[in-house]
């Protein structure tokens, strides 16, 4: 690698490491239970989701039951199930328009580490 761009690259990274502490970040909340999503949703006025997940979880129906909580409580919600382990640019990218196209206002990541590394 060239000299200068490791200059650079550790003067990127330091800089990074200087300012991650006071930037913004939110902590995701972890529900115990799918019931609590749509009463979440009502409370920030949220009435369509972006659910991110894999293709086994989706076919398995394990979001059936907070599918049900949602139609119940009349929030519309797309399910975006292309996720990989490791997911890709392309993968974000796509789950990423998919979101701006259906006029999402909020993101569900159901599932482990790699749905929630999608967002």
């Known amino acids: 690698m060239n000299t200068f761009k490791k200059i650079y690259c550790r003067i990127f990274q330091n800089c990074f490491k200087l300012v991650i502490p006071i930037l913004p970040y939110r902590t995701p909340e972890i529900l115990k239970s799918t019931s609590l999503i749509s009463h979440i949703c009502m409370d920030n006025h949220i009435s369509k989701v972006m659910v991110i997940t894999d293709f086994t979880v989706h076919q398995l129906g394990i979001l059936d039951r907070m599918c049900e909580h949602l139609d ?30 259906s006029n999402c206002q909020a993101l569900i990541g159901f599932g482990g580490g790699s749905s929630l590394r999608e967002f």
Do not use: C
Not at 81 to 98: G, H, I, R, W
């Open 72 to 101: 119940h409580h009349s929030i519309s919600y797309v399910i975006y199930d292309k996720t990989v382990a490791n997911p890709t640019s392309d993968n974000v990218e796509e789950a990423k328009n998919l979101y701006l196209s």
